[in-house]
């Protein structure tokens, strides 16, 4: 979805999946997942949007907001670090702070940011 660059088509997917969500009696749903994509060992790397904080930002802000136009809650999963699939219990991520902030969290704080009106 990220490779489009395309935050209306996101919206349109948000909406879309609000929609199945409500025809299926769902209320809330784990998505999407806003870790950094960083490889495709990561940990469910598939269902990140972008290796680039504010792109991955832009594209979870798009589609949280479709999901909640049709009044779904959200909970933007995998919150930061998920490098590892197998055998995740047990493995540490080493990072500094600016990476920590420029990288693995700039997808969250910008969608979160935009979706409450901040950015």
Known sequence: MAATW?????????????DEDLVNGVCGTYGPGMNTHR?????????YYSEDGLL??????????GLQSKGIY???KHFAFNDQETNRSGVLI?????????IYLRPFEV????????G
């Open 39 to 47: 490889s495709a060992f990561g940990g469910r790397a598939a269902e």
């Open 56 to 65: 991955a930002g832009k594209m979870g802000e798009s589609m949280i907001t």
């Open 111 to 118: 969608a979160i940011k935009e979706v409450n009106g901040e």
């Open 94 to 102: 080493w990072s500094n702070e600016q990476a920590m902030r420029e």
């Open 74 to 76: 959200v909970y933007a």
């Open 6 to 18: 395309n935050v209306d088509l996101a919206l349109a997917e948000g909406e879309a999946y609000g």
